[in-house]
């Protein structure tokens, strides 16, 4: 959540940063008013309980009819503050609902617009001229099958559309790829994790995903637990409600994990292959850091998802995502998008998110330094999602015969194979 001094101090910005989001900006005045009642009720409070203190000094001293009359001041005061404490909760809590529903505030040179409003930052590698090369490109489904890795039809039996199983050499390149991209991380500094995919409600809202993502949230109504659809939830609430040294910083953790969303709104949008499905796994970078350190910190983790990509050896570009396109936690975005040959443009691979304070504060993870005790900054950023990556290498590597040939990053962790061959039928 944002920090309420801020929306005391400076409404407009606030208001704007609503504006530039397509979001409520009704929304800032109804929580400075909620706010007011807040602190006006406290005060109120406050007083009165202080004139109960005082007439009760009074009360053992006084007698005859001074004491039945102080008696019954003494009961009106305590209808009063009873009142008072009521009203005070009241628009606290209502104070607390307004600033969860509140998105975090936009860094003043994002891109204003929606989705397809970004600005290209950098472009890395060059897409193959497949004409050029005598052959028409496969999709990664028709290469997938040749090789014997991607099964959606079964997957479509078991479980339904938007699942898939990945078979003989599919599966051995998921783990070649998560082997690698956790062997990258971990040379970077970041700690290896394996994190819960279920996780209790207070996470899931704290990082933001029960607000306008709840719709691609799955939730076990029964054990009210949440299937996570990133390890940055876990990995956000891993210090939750903890105070953490300033001299630990930055914390930095590379979460592995399944990943579950529910796709909503999607119908019809990338149905063929697994582009987009409902399970997937993910290695994620997560960054716990000073707050004046934040804005260094998301070019690094660009720097490592561009690294990483480099290394397979896929053309991607890097976008500044547009404000209406953020996300409630992040206050800016970078997206690198790698090409996809059949489809003939670029589609996400990673993601960068800086979210200052934002989840911190609704996490309650704070530093201590020298200046005392304050909430810190968070950063979450994709280095690995393994289906699109899949798809992108299938893609872009392929050969005439539906031959893959393997990034040299992956070979070490394919036993040496430096090409995937098709499997007889």
């Given at each position: 959540?944002?920090?309420?001094?801020?929306?005391r101090?400076?409404?407009?910005?606030?208001?704007?940063?609503?504006?530039?989001r397509?979001?409520?900006?009704?929304?800032?005045?109804?929580?400075?008013?909620?706010d007011?009642r807040?602190?006006?009720?406290?005060?109120?409070f406050d007083?009165?309980?202080?004139?109960?203190?005082?007439?009760?000094?009074?009360?053992p001293?006084a007698?005859g009819?001074e004491k039945?009359?102080?008696l019954?001041q003494?009961?009106?005061?305590s209808?009063?503050?009873?009142?008072?404490?009521?009203?005070q909760?009241?628009?606290?809590a209502?104070?607390?609902?307004l600033?969860?529903q509140?998105?975090?505030?936009v860094?003043p040179?994002?891109?204003?617009g929606?989705?397809?409003?970004?600005v290209v930052?950098?472009?890395?590698?060059?897409?193959?001229?497949?004409?050029?090369?005598?052959?028409?490109?496969?999709?990664?489904?028709?290469?997938?099958q040749?090789?014997?890795?991607?099964?959606?039809?079964?997957?479509a039996?078991?479980?339904?559309?938007?699942?898939?199983?990945?078979?003989?050499?599919?599966?051995?390149?998921?783990?070649?790829?998560?082997?690698?991209?956790i062997?990258?991380a971990?040379?970077?500094?970041?700690v290896?994790?394996?994190?819960?995919?279920?996780?209790?409600?207070?996470?899931?809202?704290g990082?933001g995903?029960?607000?306008?993502?709840?719709?691609?949230?799955?939730?076990?109504?029964?054990?009210?637990?949440?299937?996570?659809?990133t390890?940055?939830?876990?990995?956000?609430?891993?210090?939750?409600?903890?105070?953490?040294?300033a001299?630990?910083?930055?914390?930095?953790?590379?979460g592995?994990s399944?990943?579950?969303r529910?796709?909503?709104?999607?119908?019809?949008?990338?149905?063929?292959?697994?582009?987009?499905?409902?399970?997937?796994?993910?290695?994620?970078?997560f960054s716990y850091?000073?707050?004046?350190?934040?804005?260094?910190?998301?070019?690094?983790?660009?720097?490592?998802?561009?690294?990483?990509?480099n290394?397979?050896?896929l053309?991607?570009?890097?976008?500044d995502?547009a404000?209406g396109?953020?996300?409630a936690?992040?206050?800016?975005?970078?997206?690198c998008e790698a090409?996809?040959?059949?489809q003939?443009?670029?589609?996400?691979?990673t993601s960068?998110?800086n979210?200052?304070?934002?989840?911190?504060?609704?996490?309650?993870?704070r530093?201590?330094?020298?200046n005392?005790?304050?909430?810190?900054?968070?950063?979450?950023?994709?280095?690995?999602?393994?289906?699109r990556t899949?798809?992108?290498?299938?893609?872009?590597?392929?050969?005439?015969d539906?031959?893959?040939?393997?990034?040299?990053?992956?070979?070490?962790?394919?036993?040496?194979?430096?090409?995937?061959e098709?499997?007889?039928?």
């Amino acid at each position: 959540m944002i920090d309420l001094r801020l929306l005391r101090e400076d409404p407009d910005r606030v208001r704007a940063s609503q504006r530039a989001r397509g979001e409520d900006v009704e929304l800032v005045d109804a929580l400075l008013s909620a706010d007011e009642r807040r602190r006006s009720s406290g005060v109120r409070f406050d007083q009165l309980r202080a004139e109960q203190k005082t007439l009760g000094k009074r009360i053992p001293k006084a007698q005859g009819d001074e004491k039945a009359e102080l008696l019954k001041q003494a009961g009106e005061l305590s209808a009063a503050v009873k009142a008072a404490d009521a009203e005070q909760d009241e628009a606290a809590a209502e104070a607390q609902r307004l600033l969860l529903q509140l998105s975090n505030i936009v860094e003043p040179d994002v891109p204003v617009g929606g989705e397809e409003d970004f600005v290209v930052l950098e472009t890395h590698g060059e897409a193959r001229d497949f004409a050029a090369e005598g052959f028409e490109p496969k999709d990664h489904l028709e290469i997938g099958q040749l090789l014997g890795a991607i099964d959606t039809e079964r997957g479509a039996k078991v479980s339904g559309s938007r699942f898939y199983y990945l078979t003989g050499v599919g599966a051995l390149l998921e783990l070649a790829l998560v082997n690698a991209a956790i062997a990258q991380a971990t040379e970077a500094g970041f700690v290896p994790m394996l994190t819960p995919a279920l996780v209790k409600p207070r996470a899931m809202e704290g990082t933001g995903f029960l607000g306008q993502a709840a719709e691609n949230v799955y939730h076990l109504e029964k054990d009210d637990f949440y299937l996570v659809g990133t390890s940055e939830v876990p990995l956000a609430a891993y210090h939750m409600d903890e105070i953490v040294d300033a001299e630990s910083l930055p914390r930095r953790y590379a979460g592995f994990s399944p990943c579950f969303r529910r796709e909503a709104g999607t119908y019809g949008k990338d149905t063929r292959g697994i582009f987009r499905v409902h399970q997937f796994d993910k290695v994620e970078m997560f960054s716990y850091v000073a707050p004046e350190d934040s804005v260094a910190e998301h070019e690094r983790l660009l720097a490592w998802e561009k690294q990483w990509l480099n290394a397979l050896g896929l053309p991607f570009r890097v976008i500044d995502v547009a404000s209406g396109d953020l996300g409630a936690s992040a206050t800016r975005k970078y997206d690198c998008e790698a090409w996809i040959p059949t489809q003939g443009k670029y589609r996400e691979l990673t993601s960068a998110s800086n979210c200052r304070e934002f989840q911190a504060r609704r996490l309650s993870v704070r530093m201590r330094d020298e200046n005392g005790v304050r909430p810190l900054a968070t950063l979450n950023g994709t280095l690995c999602a393994v289906p699109r990556t899949i798809v992108a290498i299938f893609e872009n590597h392929q050969q005439s015969d539906g031959s893959v040939v393997v990034p040299e990053i992956l070979r070490p962790y394919l036993g040496g194979r430096e090409v995937l061959e098709p499997v007889a039928k």
